[in-house]
């Protein structure tokens, strides 16, 4: 990326809060972003409630309508204006299904794995690679506990599925960084691990703690929103240069 340009940056799972209030963010500050939905107009309502003008969306949002898994519609969003995009921002996840409430399940019970599979294979094609930055979880660590104790049971009933989920792509971003440097269909990576979500306005980047597996930030919650800004102020905002703190790991963040 050439000094002093903007980033350009992908979104997938842009109607999710966490991925919306980074989007919302990047408009704002006149990024030319590029976002996969199924609904067009339902992530264009929601742009306007965020006061997103209908002018700014015409002219620094390219709208893709289809499927993650889709990997042509994935294809798409990766360019923009003929060229890769600088970042790529992975939000999706599934919906809960509480049809048996002692077993909530997914609607798609595979939508994170699939989603970066389908990202990476369509990353493959690029001239210039990506930096992804994947939304996954705390309680997928193997090293050093990173939620409070007194969340396990809520953990264990609520969250099997979709950390089960969120596993496997977590080791599929693994295995790819592992691939010889040439062979790779990202640049470089972050999973970013936020703590238990809440809504709301939130609390500003002052208050969000972030930490490492080694040192992992510890806490119960965090609001979408807030996990929305730090990604941006981290990722879109500053320089993507080797000595950003946060890139190549894990990184938990809590507030």
């Given at each position: 990326m050439v000094a002093g340009k903007l980033h350009t940056v992908a979104f997938f799972g842009a109607t999710g809060g966490c991925t919306l209030a980074c989007l919302v963010h990047a408009l704002?500050?006149?990024?030319?972003?590029?976002?996969?939905?199924?609904?067009?107009?339902?992530?264009?309502?929601?742009?306007?409630?965020?006061?997103?003008?209908?002018?700014?969306?015409?002219?620094?949002?390219y709208i893709v309508k289809g499927s993650v898994t889709d990997?042509?519609?994935?294809q798409q969003t990766l360019m923009y204006n003929g060229r890769p995009v600088d970042i790529i921002i992975s939000g999706?996840?599934?919906?809960?299904?509480?049809?048996?409430?002692?077993?909530?399940?997914?609607?798609?019970?595979?939508?994170?794995?699939?989603?970066v599979r389908t990202i990476l294979a369509a990353?493959?094609?690029?001239?210039?690679?990506?930096?992804?930055?994947?939304?996954?979880?705390?309680?997928?660590?193997?090293?050093?506990?990173?939620?409070p104790i007194a969340m396990l049971p809520l953990n264990y009933w609520l969250l099997r599925e979709p950390h089960a989920d969120k596993k496997v792509m977590e080791e599929t971003i693994f295995d790819e960084m592992?691939?010889?440097?040439?062979?790779?269909?990202?640049?470089d990576y972050?999973?970013?691990?936020?703590?238990?979500?809440?809504?709301?306005?939130?609390?500003?980047?002052?208050?969000i703690r972030a930490g490492?597996?080694?040192?992992?930030?510890?806490?119960?919650?965090i609001c979408r929103n807030d996990v929305g800004l730090w990604i941006f102020e981290n990722f879109l905002r500053r320089p993507l240069q080797l000595d950003n703190p946060y890139l190549g790991q894990p990184i938990t963040i809590t507030a």
């Open positions: 704002e500050a006149g990024i030319c972003c590029s976002a996969l939905v199924r609904d067009p107009a339902k992530l264009q309502n929601l742009l306007s409630q965020r006061g997103i003008s209908e002018s700014v969306t015409a002219d620094k949002l990997l042509d519609a994935v999706v996840g599934g919906k809960p299904i509480f049809t048996n409430p002692l077993r909530p399940k997914l609607d798609n019970p595979t939508i994170c794995q699939d989603a990353s493959r094609a690029l001239h210039a690679k990506p930096v992804l930055v994947a939304i996954s979880s705390v309680g997928l660590t193997t090293k050093k506990r990173d939620w592992r691939r010889p440097e040439e062979d790779r269909a990202i640049r972050t999973l970013v691990r936020p703590s238990w979500f809440t809504d709301g306005e939130g609390v500003g980047l002052g208050k490492t597996e080694m040192n992992p930030a510890v806490g119960y919650t």
